[in-house]
Each structure stands twice: as C-alpha cells, then as structure tokens.
C-alpha cells in the first residue's frame, strides 16, 4: 500500500506559526477609544435635520445637555443629546 503524504515543509511551517502568532498579538492589543468630537450649534441642527432655532428652543428645557467651550460658547455631544431627546419626548 503506496501513500503519498506531504508535511510542509520547515520554511511553510514557520510562516504558517508567524501568521498564526501575529494575529494572536493583533486580536489581544487593546484599540484605543476615540473620544466622541464636541459639536457646534450648527453642527448639532444639521446632525438632527432641524434649525438653529430649535436647538435654541432645546437648550431652554431642563437638563439639556451642553459643554462650556471656553468663555461663552457651548458644544454638544451626539449620543448626550440624543439620549437626552429620546428621554423627553413625548410620543402620541
């Protein structure tokens, strides 16, 4: 009984291990998390498809969320406002 068996061969086996190693490491290093980018007025109205006069109207309502962006000016996070609206809003 004649069989033809091929092993790889020293060079295909350690390329084969460094592959499987590098992937290994790869899958275990921690990615880093991006902070969320604080967004203007007028970055937050096109975001929600409204108009800077309702963002206005928004901020007056209690517990509207908002960052102090140096002196004066305010920036917003996405998810706070969102969260923020989907916790406010009355549906009918």
């Known amino acids: 009984m004649d069989m033809n068996v091929s092993f ?15 992937k290994q490491v790869a899958e275990r ?3 880093p998390d ?7 007025r007028a970055k937050l109205a ?3 498809e409204v108009g800077g006069g309702t963002i206005d109207q928004w901020r007056m309502l209690p ?6 962006k140096g002196e004066k000016s305010e920036a917003y996070l ?12 009355r549906r009918a």
């Not at 790889?8 to 590098?22: C, H, N, R, Y």
């Not at 991006?34 to 203007?40: A, D, K, M, N």
């Open 63 to 68: 517990g509207f969320p908002y960052h102090l």
């Open 46 to 48: 096109k975001a929600f």
């Open 34 to 40: 991006v902070p969320e980018p604080l967004l203007t």
């Open 78 to 89: 996405y998810s706070e406002v969102y969260d923020w609206l989907k916790n406010n809003t």
């Open 8 to 22: 790889p061969t020293d060079e295909q086996f350690q390329e084969q291990l460094i592959a499987a190693i590098a």
């Open 29 to 31: 290093i921690p990615t």
